[in-house]
């Protein structure tokens, strides 16, 4: 039986091969659609609506697949639930193989799109409930970063596909999308299910016994295992206390702010979307030849691409934690506006005969899809998974993830027809968009880094709820006071040569206090909770 730090790396390792398998499927379109032979096949050859078709309702799948999670992902279970998802995204796939025209191959998209809709909003919350508060960032980050690697895949077999012949060039990478699903299905089998969920649904020994496994060798009884126990708990009471469990209770405002959670989940995954990202992953090919390539040369820089976009992602396994969720927010949005304008001047020179720009186009391309791994390719995933209760936090990251596949079929669709008649102005477009997006961030984003998931639903509560957990649900918070005191034992038994200080500081939240923690005092024998956001750091 696995437990420890083997549990953990193998349930951390199942999210990323879902993020894996999400961004094969992202990118194995790329090299399909400048295929002559799927053109033909397609009926597509000079229809740039209808190749835009066949790319895009594919997100409308995802975005169903998403919405249905918020109810099957509380009845079923996170693991069952991708299960479920997995099933279903193999059908669409050897359906896909098998299209002999247009209308079966957006049948097919769709029916892909549903089981991957399912995963994409069903593994972030499996992880962020499994993962302490010091690392949940860089845990979601590093499927994240999985996600550039399906991307790799899928751009380097279609390369090496290119020199083959027939219909194997197009069918066998929209094939290959199976191994991964069942890679995936078959290792939920092995991992246990999210102590959340079972706490939240009456198994409260079963969430011990996870718990333990996570953290303390299989002791229930071990003081991390207690703690966390315990937070959980008192969240999830709390939670039934204002009785929120339906989609209506999502849109409330209600004690715990519902209504602004899920309008930060949704609004972060649009401005995600339409920062541009998939203009460049779906047509990154077409991209290219635009640029002046030829079709062999420009996948063989797709290829390069997705190394330097793999290269960007793994960046933010590090600084996610360190640095917080608004300054690479923040610093994100500049890098893609920053990027997309040049690319932008450098495609106008192209296409008034310029030859010499052409590089321009490609290294800024590559530049940007580093900077977006960098920041908000997890980001966007993260911070839904994060901000809701337990309660809602299926349901609130089923909207969330729909809304991500909606901006993903807006901007799949569009992208086709601005690159016919809006030309450079395509990637001008949207770097306004990314400066425009830096407004809401600074507004209404607050930082969530080092808290627990029970800690941020108090956060964004209001005052009167607030209270009503000093009061009721003292635990909460537990976990990152056990955490502090570990990490105040640890530093100082170290050499003092080595106690460099941070020179990082967490961002404020413009909206919401970022110091809602639990202090060293006891109330009735517990923990007690603190707010501390009139309070000035000495």
Not at 79 to 86: A, D, Q, W
Not at 274 to 303: P, W
Not at 520 to 535: A, L, M, P, Q, R
Request: proline share 3%; with cysteine.
């Amino acid at each position: 039986m696995l437990k420890g730090a083997a549990l953990f790396r193998a349930s951390t390792l199942l999210a990323a091969v879902g993020f894996l398998l999400f961004g094969y499927d992202q990118g194995v379109m790329s090299g399909v659609v400048a295929n002559d032979h799927f053109k033909d096949t397609m009926n597509g050859q000079n229809n740039s609506a209808l190749i835009g078709a066949i790319v895009a309702l594919y997100e409308i799948g995802c975005m169903f697949g998403a919405l249905s999670t918020g109810k099957i992902g509380d009845i079923l279970g996170r693991r069952k639930t991708i299960r479920v998802g997995c099933l279903i995204l193999t059908i669409g796939a050897i359906l896909q193989t098998a299209a002999v025209n247009a209308p079966m191959m957006i049948i097919a998209r769709v029916i892909t799109g549903v089981g991957n809709g399912m995963n994409t909003a069903t593994i972030p919350v499996y992880q962020a409930e499994l993962s302490p508060p010091k690392s949940r960032g860089s845990h979601v980050a590093f499927e994240a970063s999985l996600l550039t690697v399906g991307v790799a895949i899928a751009y380097w077999l279609e390369y090496g596909l290119y020199f083959a012949q027939g219909e194997v060039v197009w069918r066998f990478p929209l094939a290959f999308q199976i191994v991964f699903a069942i890679i995936l299905g078959t290792a939920s089998f092995f991992l246990p299910e999210s102590p959340r969920w079972l706490q939240a649904n009456g198994y409260e020994d079963k969430c011990k016994e996870v718990l333990s496994r996570l953290w303390s060798d299989c002791d229930v009884n071990h003081p991390r295992c207690i703690s966390e126990w315990e937070e959980i708990r008192d969240g999830i009471e709390l939670e039934r206390r204002e009785g929120i469990s339906s989609y209506r209770d999502l849109f409330k405002k209600g004690k715990m702010n519902n209504r602004y959670r899920v309008l930060l989940g949704m609004g972060g995954q649009l401005i995600q979307q339409f920062g541009g990202i998939n203009v460049i992953s779906y047509y990154l090919a077409d991209v290219f030849k635009q640029a002046g390539m030829t079709t062999e040369m420009a996948m063989l820089m797709a290829g390069v691409d997705s190394i330097i976009y793999f290269i960007g992602a793994l960046t933010a396994i590090y600084t996610i934690d360190r640095l917080g969720r608004r300054w690479l927010m923040y610093w994100g949005l500049v890098g893609q506006a920053v990027t997309l304008f040049v690319v932008g001047g450098c495609q106008y020179a192209v296409e008034n005969g310029n030859t010499s720009a052409s590089p321009g186009v490609i290294v800024f391309i590559m530049l940007y899809n580093f900077v977006f791994g960098a920041a908000w390719l997890g980001l966007a995933w993260l911070y839904p998974s994060e901000i809701f209760s337990t309660a809602l936090r299926a349901k609130g990251n089923s909207m969330s993830t729909a809304a991500n596949w909606l901006g993903n079929f807006v901007v799949a669709m569009i992208a086709p027809v601005l690159f016919e008649y809006a030309k450079y102005w395509t990637f001008i477009l949207f770097a306004i968009l990314n400066v425009v997006f830096l407004i809401p961030i600074y507004l209404w984003y607050p930082e969530t880094k080092g808290k627990s998931l029970e800690e941020i639903e108090v956060l964004f509560s209001t005052a009167e709820f607030q209270a009503d957990a000093k009061s009721i649900a003292s635990h909460i918070g537990s976990v990152s006071l056990y955490e502090s005191k570990r990490d105040a034992e640890s530093f100082a038994q170290r050499p003092r040569s080595s106690r460099v200080p941070s020179i990082v500081s967490r961002p404020e939240s413009r909206r919401l206090p970022s110091s809602y923690i639990v202090s060293n005092e006891k109330t009735n024998g517990h923990d007690s909770v603190k707010d501390t956001t009139n309070e000035k750091d000495p």
